[in-house]
């Protein structure tokens, strides 16, 4: 993985001390709270319902063993011993006290860690693919672009106070696991037909109140371009993005407003002038920084270990594990494992600090001493050689690590919601334990297949619920907790954005609902079919019927609609 | 009189900054004397009378208004003051680089209205040259944001070569 240079240290370290100073000013009164808001957010710290909440970057996805274990040590001296996964592949601390932030920041700068521009109006951190370096169907790594960016966008002095946050997402696999259509810029990574790389460029996607699909703007843009053209985006929207209105402020609203062309033609003009300037990338440089993700020694092994497949063969529930967890790997004889953070009882994403340490051992042992985060909120192990499987398997069991259900109904993405998150209108972490309870059977889990299932506690959307099969969004009737129920939401190639169903539902219905849902499912499915496909085929009105029987629904839910900015 | 951050050094300043008022128009304010920053508005209306009344012209962009107005003229300007109503709104960070990088503005560039210590370092590498801080701010605390980094990664106007082609320059010397 990327390792800091002296510059890239010494930026960091720059950044503690600027931070430090700024509360510094604060305590002394030398800075008001408003003053103080936009930076200390551009440092990942928020003020939250319970107090302070600081949002750690993990620049797309990738950790150290090391800098897990400084997670862990973190976790310990300056919170309650647990972290929490994020949809952005940060981490967020729950519990820190707002004196105590600089000497975190400082932690975590001695490991190449920081919490830069995990928050505020700025571009945040870059996300991409888990798989990213091992996939069978990439067709060149992602992670030297990410870095490029991230580089690119740390502290960028014309873009630090955008009209809105600005998240950008890059693909380059033939399925798209990063779900680059709900980014303000989602990069697909291709090839032209001269063999060149390059990028379509997706603009405009979001989620939140007004969720939307990115859309192309531009079919192929040489690599060497990538940041120039960029800064024209990012320069049209810093002008004429709105500022009057927070709630339409996101540059999908102004892509909208111009419509698609109007916009495209814009940034090309914008571009006319930076095209081929100084902040055209040579080869040399995207060489320089792929060199940091060469993959590791692996060694050379038959494709099918003989050990392995007999375990597979004779231990069910090792197998059941296989079946979910265990991904291809590019090399014969790797696999890339994902460890579930999805356990009955535990909150979705959330990770102890013995399970960070468990982790980092597992990493260190297994897998080259890296590690990834999902956006789905687990972990993944990218370098396992399958006859470690068994062991790995064994290990994580005891951390809680190895429940076989990812894919499936309970590898819920759930947002921290009303526990915890001052903007949220309903708590989200109570509805994935009912529904972890109501499905607690895992041959149940097997037969119902692949699903998603994701819970946002407001319209912020932080859990996603709009790109799954089925969403369930927090709204607030009355100072009452409800919840707003969509269906046929899709991430990947054929991102869709779900559906409601009709009138909010009280947290007890819930897993009801889903039930009913999941049983029209199973009655109507023909061989083959997972949910969204016979959703597809037969359409919402069966589910839609079926989750209302018996139900008096006649007031209709006055829901919500107002996406809220962070504090 | 005032005070302010110009090439990283407090200095007295008697620059005013004239703003239209409830019922005044651009064509028939009052231009007072001299030195002054005038409103876009004032200058498009009044530009012959503005070049033959003062020697060392000044106007000033609110953060809405376009950098495109004034290149035909750059080079007869003194001063451009960039507006920040809010320190939040960000669009004077692109009005400072366009008038600097795509018109080749090479006088003065002065942030007006909510500056702030913290955003010194950004409004610098934009091609700001002289910041009149909010009043109730001191300055000497202040001339600290402006070093705040020694390094940078992307181009600016102070530095044009990003940090890659640098990087590369030196691994190749
Ligand atoms: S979706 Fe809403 S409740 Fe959930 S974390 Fe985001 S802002 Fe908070």
């Not at chain 2, 000497?140 to 980094?149: I, K, M, P, W």
């Amino acid at each position: 993985m990327y390792r800091y240079d002296r510059t890239d240290q010494q930026i960091i370290d720059q950044r503690v001390a600027q931070y430090r100073d700024q509360i510094r000013r604060h305590l002394a009164g030398q800075l008001s709270t408003d003053e103080l808001r936009p930076l200390r957010l551009q440092n990942g710290l928020y003020i939250q319902r319970h107090g302070p909440m600081l949002r750690i970057a993990i620049p797309y996805g990738m950790l150290s063993a090391t800098q897990l274990r400084k997670l862990a040590e973190i976790s310990r001296r300056y919170d309650r011993s647990v972290g929490h996964f994020t949809t952005r592949q940060n981490m967020q601390l729950n519990w820190p006290k707002f004196e105590e932030t600089p000497d975190i920041l400082a932690e975590l700068a001695s490991v190449e860690m920081h919490a830069v521009q995990t928050s505020g109006n700025c571009v945040r951190n870059i996300t991409t693919d888990q798989f990213a370096g091992v996939a069978p169907d990439e067709l060149t790594d992602p992670r030297p672009y990410c870095e490029l960016l991230r580089q690119w966008s740390t502290f960028h002095p014309e873009f630090a106070f955008l009209p809105r946050k600005f998240k950008i997402a890059v693909n380059a696999a033939t399925a798209d696991r990063a779900v680059i259509r709900a980014h303000d810029i989602g990069l697909d990574l291709i090839r032209d037909d001269s063999g060149e790389i390059g990028f379509r460029v997706f603009v405009g996607g979001g989620l939140g109140r007004t969720p939307i699909l990115g859309k192309m703007v531009r079919e192929f843009l040489p690599r060497r371009h990538m940041l120039s053209y960029l800064e024209a985006i990012l320069r049209v929207y810093n002008r004429y993005g709105r500022r009057d209105n927070m709630y339409k402020a996101r540059i999908k609203i102004l892509v909208q407003a111009l419509g698609i062309e109007d916009f495209g033609r814009q940034i090309e003009e914008e571009w006319s002038y930076q095209q081929d300037g100084p902040s055209t990338v040579p080869d040399e440089e995207f060489e320089r920084i792929a060199r940091h993700f060469d993959p590791p020694a692996r060694e050379t092994l038959p494709a099918e270990d003989a050990l392995h497949a007999a375990r597979f063969r004779n231990d069910r529930a090792f197998a059941n594990w296989v079946r979910r967890c265990v991904h291809a790997h590019r090399t014969p004889g790797y696999a890339a494992v994902t460890l579930s953070l999805k356990a009955p009882g535990a909150a979705p994403g959330d990770i102890t600090e013995a399970q960070m340490i468990a982790v980092a051992d597992l990493a260190e042992r297994f897998s080259f001493g890296e590690l990834r985060v999902t956006h789905e909120q687990n972990i993944v192990l990218a370098d396992v050689r399958q006859r470690d499987l068994h062991e790995v398997w064994q290990i994580a069991r005891r951390q809680r690590l190895a429940t076989a259900n990812i894919g499936l109904l309970t590898d819920m993405i759930c947002c921290p919601g009303g526990d915890l998150c001052a903007l949220a209108n309903a708590r989200s972490v109570p509805i994935a334990a009912a529904v972890n309870e109501k499905f607690d059977d895992l041959d149940y889990l097997y037969d119902i297949g692949d699903i998603s299932l994701n819970i946002s506690g407001c319209m912020n959307s932080c859990g996603h619920h709009h790109v799954a099969n089925i969403g369930i969004l927090g709204v607030d009737k009355n100072d009452e907790e409800w919840y707003q129920i969509t269906v046929g939401g899709q991430q990947g190639n054929t991102a869709t954005i779900g559906k409601v169903i009709g009138p909010s539902f009280y947290a007890q219905e819930v897993p009801e609902v889903i039930e009913a849902l999941i049983s029209v499912y199973l009655e109507q499915r023909t061989p083959g079919e997972r949910f969204i496909d016979t959703l597809q085929r037969i359409g919402l009105d069966p589910f839609k019927a079926r989750a209302y029987v018996g139900r008096d629904r006649r007031r209709s839910a006055k829901v919500e609609t107002r996406e809220l900015v962070n504090a | 009189m005032p005070r302010i951050i110009k090439h990283h050094q407090i200095v007295d300043d008697p620059w005013q900054i004239l703003t239209l008022t409830d019922g005044e128009t651009p064509g028939t304010v009052a231009l007072p004397a001299a030195p002054v920053l005038l409103p876009l508005a004032v200058w498009l209306a009044r530009r012959d009378e503005i070049l033959a009344r003062y020697q060392q012209p000044g106007v000033w962009l609110d953060s809405d208004e376009d950098p495109e107005a004034l290149a035909g003229d750059i080079a007869r300007l003194t001063v451009i003051g960039v507006n920040f109503p809010k320190f939040t709104d960000g669009r004077g960070y692109s009005s400072a680089r366009l008038l600097r990088e795509r018109y080749h503005y090479a006088g003065e560039i002065r942030a007006i209205g909510d500056v702030l210590q913290d955003q010194l370092f950004f409004m610098r590498r934009c091609g700001i040259d002289a910041y009149a801080l909010r009043p109730d701010k001191n300055l000497e605390q202040a001339l600290a944001g402006l070093s705040v980094f020694s390094e940078t990664y992307q181009a600016g106007v102070d530095q044009p070569q990003p940090l890659f082609l640098r990087r590369l320059t030196e691994a190749t010397a």
